[in-house]
């Protein structure tokens, strides 16, 4: 509970996404904070205090103050310029002002926006950045901030006179640096936007992008057009709770100073699908912030195993997984089946030398409930997860659906040496 003495603006604190601004009795500002729900993310301060410093803060606290903003991305992008702004004594104390993360857009024809540790700023950095955000409390939220905005603003990580267009033109994340399909000017003005951006200034690109959305289709470039509206929608509809969600939840569950696995990054879910051992094919699905990435799907045709054999068959799914080193790695890996099944990835991760979670899910004895099975290498897995149990169901569920389709396309359209996806 928060203590009664304590001054709350208007008296209450909103379940709204926002940040929060803690104030000793001299009115100076101590602790700056984001939050999903402000109301919930204060009380944890007082309820459960998460880190060494904090019983010593609240102590302090003589007032709270708040901002509420309409999606916790900007609320990410506030609390950083506010911790900026004051320094605040005990969100130095909690990291140094050293191990902190910092967005950094290069001084390049062609600028890129890079994580930087504080540990990496020095003297010469203005020589190298454009412009230096920061401090951000949280790198995970930091890159799904950086992620989820390229939708809007599409940036490129790519040199230009590459013979290959990169993944992410196909997918519109890139405009295409990498085989100069782009025009430096242009370009340039999509990364000026999201500078705009993470200084806060979303109300003023949305009224730009109105004006030019309207010239454009007055003048009757309707494909410009569409573009304009669509990044407009987007700017007004961002669904990105996901991008603080994981660190209030990781605050509920911190358990003798252990945090649970990433269920808020990447969540990749496999299935295997054959009818008596005939046409065995396997299916990989991935859910990042809690959602699926259908661009990131694949699916594999078993060559070494002979007959029914799903253990086999997932160890050589993860097997040829693994040895795409391209692939974005993931936080946790979800197998539709039971301890068997488990321990047959697990061995497989070990071989690569590769540490990444697995859980198994079945439906149970009575299959009337999803249960989760963990080996004894991650005993305290499935206890942290059995909160998640309807997201990882969805992923499951949806690891089977696609396998099962592309078995019924196998059938229905006998293999002729296709090449199949990896």
Same mark, same amino acid.
């Given at each position: 509970?928060?203590p009664a003495?304590? =001054? ?5 604190? #909103? ?10 009795? =001299?009115?100076?500002?101590i602790y ?10 204060v ?11 904090? #019983? ?31 320094? #605040? ?15 950094a857009?290069t001084?390049?024809?062609? #600028? ?21 955000f ?9 890159? /799904? ?13 790519? =040199? ?12 519109k994340l ?39 959305m ?12 569409a ?6 929608y ?41 009818? /008596? ?21 694949r ?8 007959? /029914? ?5 997932i160890?050589?799914?993860v ?5 795409h080193?391209?692939w ?22 070990q ?13 149970? /004895?009575?299959?009337?409930?999803n ?5 004894k ?37 006998p293999?002729?040496?296709k090449?199949?996806?990896?």
């Open positions: 509970m928060i003495k304590i =001054k709350i603006k208007n008296n209450e604190l #909103p379940d709204m996404p926002g940040v929060y601004l803690m104030k000793d009795k =001299k009115g100076t500002v700056v904070g984001k939050a999903v729900s402000l109301k919930r993310r009380k944890q301060h007082f309820d459960r205090p998460h880190g060494p410093h904090i #019983p010593e803060m609240t102590r302090n606290v003589a007032e709270i103050d708040y901002i509420v903003k309409p999606t916790a991305l900007e609320a990410l992008i506030l609390e950083a310029n506010l911790i900026k702004h004051y320094w #605040p004594k005990y969100n130095i104390l909690q990291k140094d002002n050293k191990s902190f993360m910092y967005l857009i001084k390049e024809a062609y #600028p890129r926006p890079l994580l930087v540790r504080g540990t990496d700023l020095d003297e010469d950095s203005a020589k190298k950045y454009k412009i230096v920061g401090p951000y409390t949280s790198s995970h939220a930091l890159k /799904s901030a950086l992620d989820l905005v390229r939708k809007a603003f599409p940036w490129s990580q790519c =040199k230009p006179g590459q013979k290959r267009a990169c993944f992410n033109v196909g997918l890139c405009p295409g640096v990498c085989i100069d399909a782009v025009d430096k000017k242009e370009y340039q003005k999509t990364i000026r936007d999201l500078i705009k951006f993470f200084e806060g200034k979303k109300e003023d690109i949305l009224k730009r992008y109105t004006r030019a309207k010239k454009a289709s007055q003048e009757e470039r309707y494909e410009e057009a573009d304009y509206r669509n990044k407009i987007f700017l007004e509809h961002i669904q990105d709770v996901a991008v603080l969600r994981r660190d209030d939840d990781q605050i509920d569950q911190m358990k003798d100073g252990k945090t649970p696995v990433d269920l808020f990054g990447r969540i990749e879910g496999y299935d295997i699908s054959h009818i /008596s051992g005939t046409v065995t094919v396997a299916s990989m699905v991935v859910f990042e912030n809690g959602a699926p990435a259908k661009a990131e799907y699916k594999f045709k078993i060559k070494t195993v002979v007959g /029914s054999n799903d253990i086999a068959s160890r050589e799914t097997t040829r997984r693994l040895r080193r391209e974005k790695k993931p936080d946790l890996i979800l197998i539709d089946g039971g301890l068997p099944q488990v321990h047959a990835a697990e061995d497989v991760l071989f690569f030398h590769v540490s990444i979670p697995v859980i198994g899910i079945a439906k149970g /004895s009575k299959r009337k409930k249960e989760l099975i963990c080996s290498i991650s005993a305290e897995l499935c206890e942290l997860c059995e909160k998640y149990v309807d997201l990882l169901s969805r992923v499951r569920d949806e690891a089977h659906r696609f396998a099962i389709g592309y078995h019924r396309k196998l059938r229905s359209e293999f002729k040496g090449k199949l996806k990896k």
